[in-house]
């Protein structure tokens, strides 16, 4: 099997998951190419050699970003072409479910065979700062996952089923500001000259080139944002102001580090059937991952 894996990333979560899913790929035998979306460029891609392709990308406001949004609609998908999806986020929420709604409708009206869609759990670059400890049992649930899906693509089994109507209107509704969403907040954003160390880090590493230098030393912005944290998630000294969502304390600094947090022994549960507030979401989603992997793997589990 040949499969492309095309995604598209803000903070490197769903460059992590694509390295998984190639990896893992691989080992069942298939050939895998890996192709990250580059905002500036909507070049179409040849994938007649593919058997299969993947769509990646994490969940912007319930929704896709409009950046992979725009670039999957600027391919043409051969007629019976069988594309899954790999989500990512930070909470599980239903409100997250019908993400892909638009990309589905662009699959579906060039008829490729889309049957399968999964959601990995990652932690949030904006909002707040997920504990580690929490992090490393995410992970081991999106490996469990990850063998689930791979089970299910290698056996053609479908799990895609229909999205309720309220969160297929969650997705409508808020699509919309998050489109425009990044270029009308980036009015709004501001580095510190005083903290502000002139790495230039951001500069280099900012997706549409947004980000520039005055003739004084100090950043400027242009209007091309795409809100997707990267300057300021991995500002060294945390000194962007990123408009509406600080004023909410809604930014996060400093990058997970996945290769330190893997190596994290996990010796009790994070999540608990107790779990109250804004991770009561997991419960459910890890009983859904746990039962369909002990249904799949049972000799895994009874050895574990
Ligand atoms: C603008 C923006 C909107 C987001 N909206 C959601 C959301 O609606 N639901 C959610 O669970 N996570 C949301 N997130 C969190 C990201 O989906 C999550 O951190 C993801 O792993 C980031 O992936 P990346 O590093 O590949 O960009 C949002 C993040 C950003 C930057
Ligand atoms: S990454 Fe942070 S410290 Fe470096 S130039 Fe940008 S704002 Fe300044
Ligand atoms: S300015 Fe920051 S948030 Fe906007 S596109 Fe560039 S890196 Fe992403």
């Not at 391919?75 to 709604?101: C, L, M, W």
């Not at 932690?123 to 504990?131: A, E, G, K, M, S």
């Not at 795409?226 to 991995?234: E, I, Q």
């Not at 419960?283 to 369909?292: D, F, L, S, V």
């Amino acid at each position: 099997m040949k499969c492309l894996l095309i995604y598209f990333t803000g903070t490197f979560n769903t460059r992590y998951v694509t390295n998984k899913v190639r990896d893992r790929l691989q080992q069942e035998g298939w050939e895998v190419d890996t192709y990250e979306i580059d905002p500036l460029r909507t070049e179409r891609l040849d994938l007649t050699p593919y058997d299969i392709v993947g769509l990646g990308g994490p969940i912007y406001g319930f929704c896709a970003p409009y950046a992979q949004l725009r670039f999957v609609r600027k391919q043409k998908f051969p007629r019976g072409q069988r594309v899954f999806i790999y989500k990512n986020s930070g909470e599980t929420y239903h409100a997250n479910d019908a993400s892909s709604k638009y990309l589905l409708r662009k699959l579906r009206h060039d008829k490729a065979d889309v049957q399968n869609e999964y959601h990995f759990l990652m932690p949030y670059n904006i909002h707040f700062r997920f504990d580690d400890y929490l992090v490393r049992e995410m992970l081991e649930m999106d490996r469990k996952l990850l063998e689930i899906m791979v089970y299910e693509l290698v056996h053609r089994i479908p799990n895609l089923k229909p999205y309720k109507m309220w969160p297929r209107f969650v997705a409508s509704v808020v699509s919309r500001p998050q489109y425009i969403g990044g270029d009308v907040n980036s009015f709004l954003y501001r580095v510190d000259k005083d903290k502000c160390t002139q790495c230039g880090l951001c500069i280099k590493r900012c997706p549409t080139h947004n980000i520039y230098r005055k003739k004084n030393g100090e950043m400027g912005f242009h209007h091309n944002c795409l809100m997707c944290m990267r300057c300021s998630f991995f500002c060294p000294a945390d000194a962007f102001y990123i408009g509406f969502l600080d004023d909410w304390g809604w930014k996060v600094n400093g990058g997970y580090d996945f290769r330190k947090i893997e190596q994290i022994q996990l010796d009790h549960p994070y999540i608990t059937k107790d779990t109250k507030g804004f991770f009561e979401c997991y419960i459910e989603t890890y009983e859904k991952i746990n039962n369909r992997y002990d249904e799949l793997f049972p000799s895994c589990t009874n050895s574990q």
